[in-house]
Every structure is written in C-alpha cells, then in structure tokens.
C-alpha cells in the first residue's frame, strides 16, 4: 500500500529557531501533498496544499513566511517552521495524493514540535 | 507493530438508515483513537477523539466506541443523510511513540 512517512518524529526546540519536517512518499508518486496542524482537544487544520513544482497554496490565516513548504520533487515535501514560537508548538501531519489516481490522500505519522 | 484495519472499505446505505463503521487494531496500547472524515479534494475533519481511558464519545449523530482490551472501535452514524458521504479515517496514536497509525478508510455513499 502507498505509504508516507514523516520525519523527524518528534522535535525540541528553542524559540527562535528554525525547523524543517519532511514529508515523503515512499512507495508512490504525489503530484499534491497537503500539511495539517493538530491543535489541543485534537481540532485539525488545513494549513496549505502543495503541488510539484509550484507554490504552495495556503489557507486563509495561514502565515506563508512563517510556514514555509518547498514541494520539490513528487515524493517530497517540507514544511519550514521558521522563527518558532512556544504557541507554534503543535502536531504537524502531512498527507500525499497518488499521481493520476483518485482523490485518495495517504497520511503520515505525524511531527510532533514542541517550542521551548 | 501496530496495524489498524477498517471494514468495510465501501458501504452504500439508502438516506436514513442507521450504521456502522468498524476500526480495529492490533497493539492495545494506544494512547487514544480518533475517528476523521474525508471529503473529496478537500482536507481532513476530525470527529471524534476518544482517550484510552474512555469508553465512547458522541458528537450529534455520531457516537464512537472503544474497546481497547479487544482492539476494536465503532463509528455510529444515525439518520444517515446524503451529506454524511465522505471517507471516514481511522487513527490510533501509540502510547509511547504518540504517532498516527493510519487505517485505510471506509469510503460511505448515502443514496437519496
């Protein structure tokens, strides 16, 4: 089955720094990828999608400097969280859409960020 | 390794109708469960969470079940409603990992 993974699982941070997540498709190709912040009492957001090759789509509310994602090649994507904060700390899950299929989106494990 | 499976993997039930949507997994040691909705093209909606201490929880018409020792979970959908078409998604978050492990979805068309 199509499988993606996250990476890293879990990360620690001091506030101000920057983090990247990976996203990758491991056994498919994923023409969109689409990132998803979990918030406490598990309320899930729709950050940003992003297609190969071009600029990230970001929802409304959505800061695209702050959330940077590099959709470079289509079985990987980023997810840049830059100058982190304590309140950025969240569960960061991303999700793949296989190329040339149907509206089917694969899920990762999850990065777990805390921001100290 | 924790394994969740979802049956069934399509179900067509007639507007109205009561149903249901089964979750299992393999590793009881989860943390909690959460019960997703898919809409096509669209993201991801989370349900209904329900801790590892918990036996059920219920939003609406949707009350979910868990019975840990058995490693299984119920999605109860009431008065289905051709709204309520979608992909339903499992998800157990491990107890030491506090990762998802994703089940493979039910996808639910209900018919007017």
């Known amino acids: 089955g199509a499988v993606v993974s996250q990476h890293p699982s879990r990360v620690i941070c001091k506030s101000g720094t920057s983090v990247k997540i990976e996203c990758r498709s491991l056994d498919f190709q994923a023409t969109t990828m689409f990132w998803y912040r979990q918030f406490p009492k598990k309320s899930l957001m729709l950050m940003a999608t992003?297609?190969?090759?071009?600029?990230?789509?970001?929802e409304q509310g959505v800061e695209k400097d702050k959330f940077l994602i590099n959709h470079a090649s289509l079985t990987l994507s980023t997810l840049t969280v830059t100058s982190a904060h304590p309140e950025d700390s969240s569960f960061y899950i991303c999700s793949a859409q296989l190329r040339g299929g149907t509206d089917t989106q694969y899920f990762g494990p999850g990065t777990r960020l805390t921001v100290l | 390794k924790q394994e969740v499976t979802q049956i069934p993997a399509a179900l067509s039930v007639p507007e109205g109708e009561n149903l249901v949507l089964n979750c299992s997994f393999t590793?009881?040691?989860?943390?909690?469960l959460q019960w997703f909705r898919q809409d096509p093209g669209k993201g991801l909606t989370s349900l209904l969470l329900?801790?590892?201490s918990q036996r059920e929880q219920t939003s609406g018409r949707l009350n979910a079940s868990l019975d840990k020792s058995s490693g299984r979970s119920t999605l109860y959908i009431a008065a289905s409603q051709p709204g309520d078409s979608a992909t339903y998604l499992c998800a157990v978050e491990g107890d030491s990992n506090y990762q998802l492990i994703w089940g493979a979805g039910t996808k639910l068309i209900i018919k007017p």
């Open positions: 329900i801790q590892s």
């Open positions: 992003s297609n190969e090759g071009s600029k990230a789509t970001y």
């Open positions: 590793d009881s040691a989860i943390y909690n």
